[in-house]
């Protein structure tokens, strides 16, 4: 049997309105209420990144500490980060991945298959009834031929 890793999800957060959240750390809070209006210069050229994908959030890296701190305090071992493109926000979630013992990997995979073979009986069940009432439809269908037939 291949050794099978189990993914826990453990908690998922949402780092979310990452503009308003980089332009604060910035400039402070708009005396409006309103947003700042600014232009951009990316002074990557020379950099050592090979790509560098400007249309994604900028997260302050305490806040991304911070969150990562939180989640791994909760038993997370590995994180997934995903964009929001909706929300200039990320979703980051912690998962906990671990080696399943193999007892436990096949008293999981029996209940699986025990719960596939119970739903497949099930529709088997509605199946067969489904079929009933068709062959009942059609014998009432040759039924109704063989009348219209006798009455010539």
Same mark, same amino acid.
């Given at each position: @049997?291949?050794?099978?890793?189990?993914?826990?999800?453990?908690?998922?957060?949402? &780092?979310?309105? &990452? !503009?308003?959240?980089? $332009?604060? =750390?910035?400039? =402070?809070?708009?005396?409006?209420?309103? %947003?700042?209006?600014?232009?951009?210069?990316?002074?990557? $050229?020379?950099? !050592? %990144?090979?790509?560098?994908?400007?249309?994604?959030?900028?997260?302050?890296?305490? @806040?991304?500490?911070?969150?990562?701190?939180? /989640?791994?305090?909760? =038993?997370?071992?590995?994180?997934?980060?995903?964009?929001? =493109? $909706?929300?200039?926000?990320?979703?980051?979630?912690?998962?906990? /991945?671990?080696? @399943?013992?193999?007892?436990?990997? &096949?008293?999981?995979?029996?209940?699986?298959?025990?719960?596939?073979?119970? !739903?497949?009986?099930?529709? @088997?069940?509605? $199946?067969?009834?489904?079929?009933?009432?068709?062959?009942?439809?059609?014998?009432? &269908?040759?039924?109704?031929?063989?009348?219209?037939?006798?009455?010539?």
């Amino acid at each position: @049997m291949k050794p099978t890793i189990r993914e826990t999800v453990i908690n998922q957060v949402e &780092l979310d309105n &990452l !503009n308003d959240v980089v $332009d604060i =750390g910035l400039f =402070g809070e708009h005396p409006e209420g309103d %947003c700042w209006d600014y232009d951009w210069v990316h002074d990557y $050229d020379n950099s !050592n %990144c090979s790509t560098y994908w400007k249309s994604n959030e900028h997260v302050p890296v305490d @806040m991304l500490l911070e969150t990562i701190e939180m /989640l791994k305090a909760e =038993g997370t071992t590995h994180i997934q980060i995903y964009p929001h =493109g $909706d929300h200039e926000s990320y979703y980051i979630t912690g998962v906990k /991945l671990e080696l @399943m013992p193999e007892k436990e990997v &096949l008293a999981k995979r029996k209940k699986e298959l025990e719960i596939a073979i119970r !739903n497949h009986e099930i529709r @088997m069940k509605l $199946d067969k009834q489904d079929l009933e009432k068709s062959v009942d439809f059609l014998a009432e &269908l040759y039924e109704k031929l063989e009348a219209l037939n006798d009455a010539k």
